[in-house]
Nanobody, 115 residues
Framework: QVQLVESGGGLVQPGGSLRLSCAAS????????MGWYRQAPGLQRDVVAA???????NYADSVKGRFTISRDNAKKTVYLQMNSLKPEDTAVYYC?????????WGQGTQVTVSS
């Protein structure tokens, strides 16, 4: 049973944009924070952006001013709008959804920024 479904990754040129989406299944309820992490080959998985149930956002310094996280509670979906993409943004992006009892991870979607 797939808990989180990610989409929106792909290949884009430097300076381009992508929007990632992550939808939680109907079996997941009482969602608290939602967020996006990324992992480049050989590196650890680091937080990119997070958003609380109240809409408070937080971003890694490397993406501030370029990425925007948002959520649609009715659709139980979290988004990551990525603008002005750089080659160093290349990574597998994972969404995370937390409830009072459980933490869920998406399968990951590849984002490649290259000329």
């Amino acid at each position: 049973q797939v808990q989180l479904v990610e989409s929106g990754g792909g290949l884009v040129q430097p300076g381009g944009s992508l929007r990632l989406s992550c939808a939680a299944s109907r079996s997941i309820f009482s969602i608290n924070a939602m967020g996006w992490y990324r992992q480049a080959p050989g590196l650890q998985r680091d937080v990119v952006a997070a958003i609380t149930s109240g809409g408070i956002t937080n971003y890694a310094d490397s993406v501030k001013g370029r990425f925007t996280i948002s959520r649609d509670n009715a659709k139980k979906t979290v988004y990551l709008q990525m603008n002005s993409l750089k080659p160093e943004d290349t990574a597998v992006y994972y969404c995370k959804v937390t409830t009072p009892t459980t933490r869920y991870w998406g399968q990951g979607t590849q984002v490649t920024v290259s000329s």
